[in-house]
């Protein structure tokens, strides 16, 4: 179970208790404020606070003692013109936590990003949910053939329901023997008085990584849009990306101007290098160029046609 | 002037337009919230914005769905114990941003924070107010013998008088000649119309240290608590912790629970080194402990004695 | 097997090439550079490089055109000085780069320390070695009853086999599963040409914690003494502290006047609160101070008491 | 002057003294080890220590147990991709050191840089020199119409002139009286004997912007080209920008291949928004495409106009 009973009551307290504040507020965000997003199959996002919105962004960038800028359209101007021009610090005023449940594999990806603070639900101090994550099957595609880190076509169907039946199994099995080390079971009852439980912190390493862990995560606007920028590219693995992409749709309640800025200089956007640049202005002066003689790669002619719509 | 009725007018619109929010609200940071706290002569922190509360620093280290614990004194019990046990990460979970205005020579000490984010006061693009730091003669001490980077007695107030004269005049003229390059005057009417100003960023460079800057400044409630630790202390430089002492206050309004750990466990509390260990465990075994033998130096002696009550 | 041949040579040929250069040198770091140094079962700690030695934190201290002072004695007298009043920057200014070769529950209580740079083996690219970590049977204690996440005694014989053999058989069957998944063995020969594998970022969810992991960790001295003094602490879970008490071996090899300052003002010394110093006071006063009437909490008497060798 | 005759002997005794070592030595950094390079009147930038090499970069990209690839050309294609793709953290593997003089606007444009190590020489502490900047006259310029943070044309040579004296002349002054409140010259001698100095800490505050500072500044290879992709830039102001030259010469010596990409993805490759990228795609196609239908503002296709090289 994604949520149960107890901690949605919990949550529903949180919602039923609007505080008066000076603070600047974002009615489409605090719709959603506590409420789980689920992702993955037992996994969620839940956004438990925030700090600033648009207009906070504009007063950064000003220094101002007010609210920043009068309209709307001024703030939209600038905005757009700092994310263009990369001056980073006047998002980095905006800060956002969120409370992820997620399968620890993608825990081990996601923390690599440093600048944002991290509380994790303590497997040395309590039992973990017998919850894991099973990938469906349009999910278990086998290893890409060009992209030595990726995924290429989907298995057979009785493949992977194949693969399915091993992770399940595995799973439930060290799940089992988890219990039995500690001799006490997830709802914390003892298996056998007369035993002693082993320690959790070493009990916890028999679990396999598809197991749920759970954290408290928050960072900045700037280190958000960065994160983001990363791991909701088609390059990064899909588990990372479910959670990326639910993040993605709290950033455009939370931020709608900066969010339109982000989709339009930063993940809809393109890097040239200096050798792709000098293709495309021969390109544009006329000029029939072929990778060879373009100063690229194959993979870099690649990648730049796909860039330019040409391939 | 601290603040001009415009500036005044805008931060009297700001308090004027409660918002509610499911968010955590703390009333006493509310109060004060946008109003500027005056330090020095002309300088001033204003809270800004805040996220979390004492609570917020509990639910973190739970990883909770809801408020963390039901009673204050759990709250109390655990923060202390976090404090004590040196877990950092629950406080990283709160973020305050302030708005500080402070001669050039205090933010160049402040900026050695490196975590914590800022925004300065351009002055490529503005132009700086005419507003420089004169320290009152109680500030105006003569270079301390003992330590090599503190201040010891107070001048003679003839000579604390002439001191300041000098600095005055200096911050006077500067400043004419700054407006003078730049052919524009503090309020942006032009000097002389037959002749172009020097570019900002060039002509700032004439102005003294104790001009005064602005800047936004954000950071997490551990890393404020580290900075007062080091900033409200008695060898930091007076003029730092002028400011220091205001954030203490605000420190108090917004946490608490956490400000009377954080006052016992650090602020309050002390460092005993293995070697100033063993010198307390002996004289608490009735032996009589002189510096020679003690494996203390003399200045580590002296400040052992101090600690202890004992000079 | 820990290192095989294959890498042995590769060291061997690195440790061949002495190279004359400019820079600071300290041989008794030289002399296990490139080395493995065995942790745990299948772990190790390997010094791959370092800048810098006590005398470089000596001369970032003064900012000095040439090597900071003239004299050991001199360096000694301002390293402990720095560290007693915890100037940490000059510390910064040495660093050091280690590979590790950790189980995965280590590798993500260490990865909480953010101010390190880290390569890690990557699971999307290749395949994870046969090798997982089994405690030995003084390792297998109970859940201790005072510390909620620490361990008590250790199992009965019995027990520790039975632990020990469950975690085989089950770490032993999920490599099984993770080679079939990828239709691939551990030397990268296909199992079955005709069929296709499962991703590598997918199969290897199905890996349990105690497998090993490698990474390239680089780290300044300042955040190294931090890690160290929280992960070579009695508090630590002791699969993380196997790894700082080799790592702090290193630390005295490359700089020994800052491990001496280290151990007898950070991992051999004190912190006091207000209250504790409070009660010291009052003991070497003559007075008799009971927990009752301390101000202490009956944990943080038995703490204190501790900390003055009066338990 | 910049370096005096005591500081150049230092720095010959450290050249003097070559030192064997097992770790990676690059020949081409070792040339100019220690040498003062000069930057703007009074400045330089000195290369103190540095770990690692382009071999470094592939090796921890690789978590290798020796080299990492055994050919140049191998490893220049993984430099290559790896900076394409943003993989950061092995450019993070790579560390070096620097001992900068600089004026202290400059400084104060540089700390903003917050991922590195810095220790400035104290005037807490110490008395700073009499050394100041006096911009060139073909530096001197007025205030840019476009670019409100920028540069335009040149000032009259009569009015640089102008300048440089107001500038020498209140540098001379301030300087005079820091003496005279200290009452101790440049060179350590006292003034009057019969009268005390004003705490170095206070006295400082008189001295202008342009005079010289000096600290020990250290990053790793990432954050170093980051640092240098925004300040040797030509929106950079010139002062920053002169000694952002400087250091670009050192890392063409120092990691060579990492150089070549750099430049070739990042200082002189270009950044794209969805919007320009659509443009592009519809100019390639035959199109002629105006600003006004282009979704671009006046300043975007400006900008975009310039960088395809059709202004």
Redesign the interface.
Known sequence: MR?NPE?Q???D???A?????????VAAL?EI??QPLPVLDHGFVRV?????DDA?VV???R?????GTKRVSEDR?LI?YLI???HT??F??C?I?Y?VKL???V??QW??H??A??????A??SILDREF?I?EPE??????AQN??????V?APD?ARR?QD??RA?AE??YG?YE???NEREDGSVIDPE????????A???????FYT???W?T?LHNLMHFLN?RADA?A?FEIRAYADVMLDTLKRWVPITFDAF???R???????????DV??R??AGETVEQAGSGL?AR?WRELMA????D
């Open positions: 949520i901690q009551a919990e949550i307290s949180l919602r208790e609007p505080r008066p504040s000076l603070r600047p507020s605090e404020l506590y438990i606070d925030y700090m600033g906070a007063q950064a960038a220094v101002s003692y007010g609210k101007g757009n263009r021009h990369w610090t006047p980095e005023m800060e936590k409370h399968p620890i594999f825990a081990r923390i690599r440093r600048t603070n991290v509380n994790e639900y303590s040395r101090y994550y990938p999910q278990l595609a086998v290893q890409s030595r880190q990726g995924r290429g076509n298995l493949e693969v091993l992770l595995d099995q060290v023997h039995d080390m500690l035993r002693d439980g082993l320690a959790r912190e070493l916890r390493m028999d679990l396999t990584l598809n759970q954290w408290y928050k900045d990363l390059h693995q989709m339009n200089y993940a809809n956007g393109a890097q040239l290098s200096a050798a792709g640049l495309v202005r390109m544009l790669s870099e860039t330019l719509g040409r």
